[in-house]
């Protein structure tokens, strides 16, 4: 069965700090992976997802993750944080490109420090 | 694209009373699911629908949630008769599979207080 597990459930960071939001997976078979984000009062917004294509993603607002399949992780990072990246972030992932069914992670709530 | 709409995007109703969450997915999409949010749980599946059809509805809570899909372009989720504890955000969300996998869209949430 698939999981993720947010290793956690809160991270403060200074603006301009680096951001790194830990995921860890268990799949059986290639998985596909997400990150979404949601923003306080508002639905989830996809920040970006891992097809296999290449294991470097490259997200929206300056967010990317590696897929380590030796870890197995899918960590997300930015290289400097601003204060509108204040948010919920949710890994997710769901059973190769033939599953209907996602399954989120518990979340990680990011704080901004000024 | 207009998104997921959902409505209504608040209510407040009294423990007893049926509550309706409607949802319309973005259109082209096959596939449409209902999540309901909360504190304690976070962010639960509790059924989805593929082609009108329900496919999983193991994540419903008890036999007072139902929900329905009627044709394409509209879906339902009700609560007959609702409790205090069903409090919580109910997110509607939809997608269509494509040669990247299946890519989920969603709405805005209905907030729903039972008081």
């Known amino acids: 069965a698939q999981s993720v597990t947010q290793l956690g459930s809160h991270v403060s960071v200074s603006e301009g700090a680096l951001v790194l939001l830990r995921c860890n997976y268990s799949s059986s078979v290639p998985p596909y992976l997400f990150w979404y984000v949601q923003y306080p009062n508002q639905g989830l917004q996809l920040l970006l997802k891992?097809?296999?294509?290449?294991?470097l993603v490259k997200g929206i607002n300056g967010f990317e993750a590696e897929f380590k399949k030796s870890e197995p992780s899918f960590h997300l990072t930015k290289p400097s944080a601003h204060m509108s990246d204040a948010a919920e972030y949710f890994c997710?992932?769901?059973?190769?490109?033939?599953?209907?069914?996602?399954?989120f992670g518990s979340g990680t709530r990011l704080s901004i420090r000024p | 694209d207009a998104g997921v709409i959902q409505s209504p995007r608040h209510e407040v109703t009294e423990m007893g009373q049926e509550v309706t969450l409607r949802c319309k997915p973005i259109s082209g999409h096959d596939y449409l699911f209902w999540y309901r949010q909360t504190m304690m749980r976070g962010l639960e599946l509790l059924i989805y629908?593929?082609?009108?059809?329900?496919?999983?509805d193991s994540g419903m809570p008890e036999d007072r949630f139902s929900a329905k899909m009627p044709n394409a372009s509209f879906s339902t989720l009700k609560i007959q008769p609702s409790e205090p504890r069903d409090s919580a955000v109910y997110f509607c969300?939809?997608?269509?599979?494509?040669?990247?996998?299946?890519?989920?869209?969603f709405g805005e949430g209905s907030w729903l207080t039972v008081v």
């Open positions: 629908f593929n082609n009108n059809v329900p496919i999983d």
């Open positions: 997710a992932v769901t059973k190769g490109s033939s599953a209907s069914k996602i399954i």
């Open positions: 969300a939809s997608s269509f599979r494509d040669s990247s996998g299946n890519t989920i869209y």
């Open positions: 891992y097809t296999s294509a290449a294991t």
